[in-house]
């Protein structure tokens, strides 16, 4: 049943793909990348579908996908760093005590972005559920604009060719697509867990060198 639903979406999307095209993609993965939940799994895979069937270029599918996950990223970032500091300087002032918000506790949500920000928005791509939101804490804490810009790129480059290679791949039995695509996510997560290990182990040394 869910197998079926899944076929549906893919084939629903890649309608829309073909009638929109690169600009398509690009609208769609912007939408992705902001606060709005659509994921890139029903996206991406039919588009790669359209590239097995010649009816787009795979390298032009992949700019639009890069580009438009950094343009919802840059909509979370820019709406955190204008709007959410104030609200949240506001509830500190009349709610902190309730609501545990100190800004001890804000300063040091922005230390930690400006010592670890880099990493953490590159796994953050990769990860499921997170992807999105990432944007909002890193704008929050005023992340240097260029390292988020390319951290962003970096992670979405590989989330975005993984997704479009299985499209392609598998564009003549859609139904494994989605299993394949469980597969891929655990895979991932193993890889950013290996990621953060040895980011941790890396600074440690650094640390005791000095």
């Keep these: 049943m869910f197998s079926e639903i899944f076929l549906a979406i893919v084939n629903f999307f890649a309608l829309i793909v073909n009638a929109l095209g690169y600009l398509g993609v690009f609208i769609l993965m912007t939408i992705e990348s902001s606060f709005i939940p659509l994921p890139s799994e029903i996206v991406l895979p039919p588009a790669g579908v359209l590239v097995a069937q010649g009816q787009m270029l795979g390298w032009l599918v992949f700019i639009a996908a890069v580009l438009g996950s950094l343009a919802g990223a840059l909509i979370n970032?820019?709406?955190?760093?204008?709007?959410?500091?104030?609200?949240?300087?506001i509830l500190i002032r009349r709610y902190g005590k309730i609501l545990f918000l100190t800004k001890e506790r804000l300063l040091k949500t922005e230390r930690y972005f400006n010592e670890h920000g880099e990493i953490t928005i590159f796994v953050s791509r990769l990860l499921p559920g997170i992807r999105h939101l990432i944007s909002i804490p890193a704008g929050y804490s005023k992340m240097n604009l260029l390292k988020f810009c390319l951290y962003t790129v970096l992670g979405a480059a590989i989330w975005c060719a993984v997704l479009i290679v299985v499209g392609y791949l598998y564009a003549s039995n859609l139904a494994a697509i989605n299993p394949v695509l469980d597969k891929i996510g655990l895979?991932?997560?193993?890889?950013?867990?290996?990621?953060?290990?040895?980011?941790?182990?890396?600074?440690?040394k650094k640390k005791i060198s000095i």
């Design 77 to 89: 970032y820019f709406l955190a760093k204008h709007f959410g500091r104030r609200i949240v300087d």
């Design 187 to 204: 895979l991932l997560l193993i890889f950013v867990i290996l990621l953060i290990v040895l980011y941790i182990l890396i600074k440690r």
